[in-house]
């Protein structure tokens, strides 16, 4: 199975990390896995399994037809996801970021790794953008999407009043909190302010 050939020669890189022949294994084996464009979906890898997982639409923003949710229904449904401890969400369709974004995110808590998902990154953006255009939405049901979350890292504006909604900070294990924001209303600060945290 190329999987478990993936799995033991990334295994073997780690001990003789300068061999050029499993190298060069290696990087066949990782361009067999059918993953979508990578100007789409970049990834991570660890012991042949996707450490994180990063969708942005770096291709153009701006693309209406751009179908972030099938995107991320192809990438979920590969075996490599089956150990994956981080999720980043970048820019999907420009004009509708307070839409797609959620979305994506209920897609990823539907799978089996979402109730062991460590780190998790919304608004994860490369260049400096307009923070005020780049509302990311509701997002008050990621504390039963993603129970386990170690870091949470959320870079929002808004420019619709009720485009932001935090959720309310129930995250047992959380050790890193990270709320980048030109909009941080009394409403939003009271969700991290009466939240429980460790």
């Not at 485009?163 to 309310?168: I, R, T």
Request: aromatic share 8%; net charge neutral.
């Amino acid at each position: 199975d190329p999987r478990g050939e993936l799995i033991s020669v990334m295994h073997a890189r780690e001990k003789s990390p300068k061999d050029a022949k499993l190298a060069a294994r290696e990087k066949k084996l990782i361009a067999a896995v059918p993953l979508p464009d990578a100007s789409w979906v970049t990834v991570g890898w660890r012991l042949g399994h996707f450490q994180w997982v990063r969708f942005e639409n770096s291709k153009d923003w701006m693309d209406e037809n751009f179908d972030a949710i099938g995107v991320a229904r192809d990438v979920f449904a590969l075996p490599h996801c089956a150990g994956l401890e981080e999720l980043r969400v970048g820019v999907l369709r420009w004009e509708h970021l307070e839409n797609d974004v959620p979305a994506l995110l209920k897609v990823a808590a539907k799978e089996s790794w979402a109730p062991s998902l460590k780190k998790l990154r919304v608004g994860d953006i490369d260049d400096d953008i307009d923070m005020t255009h780049h509302p990311v939405g509701n997002l008050s049901f990621l504390p039963k999407a993603f129970p386990a979350l170690e870091s949470l890292f959320i870079h929002s504006g808004t420019w619709q009043p009720k485009a932001l909604a935090y959720p309310k900070m129930d995250f047992p294990k959380l050790k890193e909190l990270t709320l980048e924001t030109c909009s941080m209303s009394v409403a939003r600060l009271k969700c991290v302010l009466c939240g429980k945290l460790p």
